[in-house]
């Protein structure tokens, strides 16, 4: 697995431009959409990023741990979480509901209204009484935030609707006396709605390379998965091929195993529908994906012990993206991605 920081860096600069003006953060929960959260987290915010988003207080944790020293917001704790630990590391915590204030002090607050995702964050009914006892509470209430459900499909009724009850909750906590900061746009928002900006912006999947919207923009995906031939065979037809036998030679081809199955995160469903990159060609796989290695067809080509096999990359070359897998079997690069993260796949980060 290779993680192009040089790319990550291309990509950050090019939403932080964008942003215009507004902060930006780089959200690295979930160890960074599985390409490693501080590695990611050090190269975003050289590249002009000024924020941190982490969805547990253990990730924050582990960033400052790592020595990072840059603001970071944390927002999904479990109840009863040590939020007191945040306050020591000055990591911002999230609050959603009146409860999560209790026995808190000294905490810098962004609470989350909930303006339509129906998910986080504190209904519009309960948003007078949130902000009051905040206001009231021995912590600084910083910013007013929420999160939108479908960004991703510019001219979606619900994105006016929630910018229209966020405008409510920022009056209502205006009213009650405090001047938070505003944050509500993710990566496909920051791309296509700059009235939405605010004063930051959460980068996401558009920061790993990965466009969550048709219009075309220049993202590179910064995660390649790559592995090499470990074993080349000649069989006959009518040879099958895997569990199941559920693929059948038609002619006598030649065949290449390589040593990367489910286990290292390639998608089960992705059996006899996928191809690889091999000799700069792309090549059908076939039969079942196993749970350590797949095999490939070469047909008549010659391929050799050490060949390098792209499973996925920036599509530059030829090779599939990760886009391409999600599409195959109906789900979203950012599942394929973050379903990278497997303690046998050695990272390698390059500039
Ligand atoms: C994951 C997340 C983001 C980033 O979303 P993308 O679609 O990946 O840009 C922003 N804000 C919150 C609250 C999130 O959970």
């Known amino acids: 697995m290779t993680i192009d920081l040089g790319l990550l860096r291309h990509n950050v600069a090019l939403l932080v431009d964008r942003a215009a003006g507004a902060e930006s953060m780089a959200v690295v929960k979930a160890d960074g959409y599985g390409h490693g959260a501080v590695p990611i987290a050090r190269a975003a915010l050289e590249a002009g990023a000024t924020w941190l988003g982490s969805c547990s ?125 505003r944050h509500l746009a993710n990566s496909a928002a920051t791309l296509n709605r700059p009235d939405l900006h605010f004063d930051m912006v959460r980068l996401g999947i558009a920061m790993y390379g990965l466009n969550p919207l048709a219009q075309r923009e220049d993202l590179r995906p910064i995660m390649s998965f790559r592995s090499s031939v ?40 992705l059996s006899n529908r996928m191809e690889v990159l ?21 047909g008549d080509d010659p391929v050799a012990l050490g060949d390098e096999v792209v499973l996925f990359g920036s599509g530059e070359h030829g090779e599939p993206t990760a886009t391409e897998w999600a599409e195959t079997i109906g789900t979203i690069d950012y599942e394929i991605v973050t379903g990278m993260h497997r303690p046998r796949l050695a990272r390698r980060y390059v500039r």
Request: net charge negative; aromatic share 4%; charged share 20%.
């Open 57 to 181: 207080l253990d990730e924050a944790l582990a960033l400052r741990a790592a020595g990072i020293t840059a603001p970071i917001l944390s927002w999904l704790d479990v109840a009863g979480a040590d939020l007191s630990a945040a306050v020591e590391a000055g990591i911002d915590v999230a609050v959603s509901d009146v409860d999560q204030l209790r026995g808190l002090r000294g905490a810098r607050l962004h609470l989350k209204v909930d303006t339509g995702l129906c998910r986080n964050g504190c209904p519009p009914a309960r948003w007078a009484e949130l902000v009051r006892a905040a206001a009231a509470s021995n912590n600084e209430v910083y910013a007013v935030w929420s999160h939108l459900a479908c960004a991703d499909e510019p001219g979606h009724p619900s994105i006016d609707l929630q910018a229209k009850r966020f405008d409510d909750a920022y009056h209502a906590a205006l009213a009650a006396g405090v001047t938070p900061r």
């Open 230 to 269: 470990a074993l080349v065979k000649r069989v006959a037809a009518g040879e099958s091929v895997s569990y199941g036998q559920s693929w059948t030679a038609e002619r006598d081809t030649t065949l290449a195993l390589v040593p990367v199955g489910y286990a290292d995160g390639i998608p089960r469903l």
């Open 278 to 298: 091999v000799g700069g060609v792309r090549r059908p796989q076939r039969g079942r994906v196993c749970m350590d290695q797949i095999v490939v067809d070469c």
